[in-house]
T-cell receptor
Framework: DTGVSQNPRHKITKRGQNVTFRCDPI?????LYWYRQTLGQGPEFLTY????????KSRLLSDRFSAERPKGSFSTLEIQRTEQGDSAMYLC???????????????FGPGTRLTVL | GNSVTQMEGPVTLSEEAFLTINCTYT??????LFWYVQYPGEGLQLLLK?????DKGSNKGFEATYRKETTSFHLEKGSVQVSDSAVYFC?????????????FGTGTRLKVLA
């Protein structure tokens, strides 16, 4: 297994354009998470899926952001009408339910760095 | 709501020095606690974890004990190496409360000098 993969690794776009990122989780993992990390800060939670169901969304996830996980496999995160404040590293992680769920180890991908000009 | 507070960095140490990075948390219920490490140019990697009070997580010479009475999960290593230079993140998860997302601290950058 190659771990969590994300594409593209880097994206440069102009303000007002739409962008879409893809995340492929570890194959047997049923949970998938999106986080955003800005320079000098820890990752901030955006949203997560259990299989294909989106179970929680952060208030950070404005109407311009949408995420999907069709068929409970890969996931996409789309940002519409990008703004300069959207510039950040977007991280994807996955985990699998074990026992009580307390051992909720998440495995992170390398991230997609978005720069909005 | 749940939160994590880490000591601010950067922390600069000489090789073989003792390391402590403080982490305290605020949470309802019984969160699980994690330390992740981010080496330059790489993604986040789990360093160690603890899922209940008094548990000690350990890996690669690093240790952290889940202290419920002080709501802390401080990271320690007896003798750091240059290769330990990285950013360290403390995180909690309220999985037993039905919240699987991580809440991260702001991270502490460690630089170890030869």
């Amino acid at each position: 297994d190659t771990g969590v993969s994300q594409n593209p690794r880097h994206k440069i776009t102009k303000r007002g354009q739409n962008v879409t990122f893809r995340c492929d989780p570890i194959s047997e993992h049923n949970r998938l998470y999106w986080y955003r990390q800005t320079l000098g800060q820890g990752p901030e939670f955006l949203t997560y899926f259990q299989n294909e169901a989106q179970l929680e969304k952060s208030r950070l996830l404005s109407d311009r952001f949408s995420a999907e996980r069709p068929k409970g496999s890969f996931s996409t995160l789309e940002i519409q009408r990008t703004e300069q404040g959207d510039s950040a590293m977007y991280l994807c992680a996955s985990s699998v339910t074990t026992g009580t769920g307390a051992d909720n180890e998440q495995f992170f991908g390398p991230g997609t760095r978005l720069t909005v000009l | 709501g749940n939160s994590v507070t880490q000591m601010e960095g950067p922390v600069t140490l000489s090789e073989e020095a003792f390391l402590t990075i403080n982490c305290t948390y605020t949470a309802t219920g019984y969160p699980s606690l994690f330390w992740y490490v981010q080496y330059p140019g790489e993604g986040l990697q789990l360093l160690l974890k603890a899922t209940k009070a008094d548990d000690k997580g350990s890996n690669k010479g690093f240790e952290a004990t889940y202290r419920k009475e002080t709501t802390s999960f401080h990271l320690e290593k007896g003798s750091v190496q240059v290769s330990d230079s990285a950013v360290y993140f403390c995180a909690l998860s309220g999985a037993l409360s039905g919240t699987y997302k991580y809440i991260f601290g702001t991270g502490t950058r460690l630089k170890v000098l030869a």
